[in-house]
């Protein structure tokens, strides 16, 4: 993946096009509301810079079917000064934490999802900024029709901004750093794998308390977070190395390496980003889902030998990030990656280890909160 080096530091270039997107269509979409209301302030004497709309740019839900490009853009239109210096440092920092797990080719140490152009981080982006807007889109249309919002809503922009895919790049973190620790201002430690957790209770808690709604911040970050982990839980496309293990159902083998669809390891499981005192009343929740997501074949349920070969996949990509970033590393991030390392082995040691009925139920209750074995498979993880 081709780079640009700034100084000590090399940045993608989707980092630099995505961050370079929040500054064009942030200011494009001031520009041309402003010119909008200085037109219109003077028939309307009490018109507020805010009253005014561009549904060419803004997302705005009964007119989206016009401007379908606006359900893309969205996370680029910051309609306030606090969207847009936020927006800014996580476009940045987000897309350039993609593209170094992502896009790195096998000389930089790493294997690619996809060796395109832009590879795994634009269609990630792509995905679920479109599915995210539009699910929010029909949400809000469902609230009119069903008369629990007034049909004002469907006429006014949706102003999310960076929160149409702010939990995208939360999502990834967790899945690539499961075990790492996080330290805010020197005092407030949490491990990352609590940041999903953390952000969407903050953001529950901002829209019942500010706006006593969910819609304003709770919905666009909820199910931002839903449909990131459902693509890459289940439908992303990696390529691994032969020394990967595969199962003949997920893998397409090639001379030197094979692709693998989703991540079936229990770090990644549904239910793991909760605390764990939630776990027993979201298995029954999240079992629900998972069944009638696989009856309604909008995914292949895994079976325990997806479940093993993942867990030791994930073992052996922090293995060979650790040994990538032997050198540069401090040893607080090493020390992480050797704690992860030591509870996945764990785990797939126990599930060695255990009978196979055990095994199977093991795995169905800590893969994703829900069966995700199949009938017939409850022998395949002692393989």
Known sequence: MPRIKLGAHRVG???????????LFSSLAYYVRYLSYVKLKES?????????????????????????????ISPYVQTSLFQFLSALPIMFFGTQ????????NEAEGLRTPDKGLFGETIRYLFIVTLSTNLVCVLFKSFAVVLGISPSSVISSPT???????????????????????????SFF??????????????????????FQSFSPFFIPLFV????????LRYYQINHVGDILPTTTNESHATAHSSTVRGDASDTFAFIQFFPDGCHDYLKPVARFFYHSSAFLGLF?????????????????????????????????????????????????GKSEASPAPENSTVNTESSTGVSDSTPGSTQAASK
Not at 189 to 210: D, G, N, W
């Open 159 to 185: 102003n999310f901004g960076i929160s149409t895919i702010l939990m995208s790049f939360i999502v990834v973190v967790k899945q690539l750093s499961p075990e790492s620790t996080a330290k805010v201002f």
């Open 13 to 23: 270039y989707i980092t630099l096009i995505n961050s370079a997107l929040v500054i």
């Open 300 to 348: 292949r349920p895994f079976n325990d030998d997806d479940i093993e070969s993942s867990n030791l996949r994930t073992i052996q990509r922090l293995n060979k990030s650790n040994a990538i970033d032997a050198n540069g590393s401090s040893d607080e991030s090493s020390r992480r990656k050797r704690i992860a390392l030591k509870v996945l082995e764990q785990k797939v």
């Open 224 to 231: 931002n977070f839903y449909i990131s982990w459902f693509y």
């Open 189 to 210: 430690r949490f491990r990352l794998k609590r940041l999903p957790f953390i952000v969407l209770t903050l953001a529950l808690a901002m829209s019942l308390a500010i």
């Open 44 to 72: 309307n004497e009490g018109l507020n810079f805010s009253d005014v709309v561009v549904p060419a740019i803004q997302l705005v839900p009964n007119q989206f079917v016009f401007y379908p490009w606006t359900l893309l």
């Open 97 to 104: 934490y993609l593209e170094s797990n992502w896009n790195l």
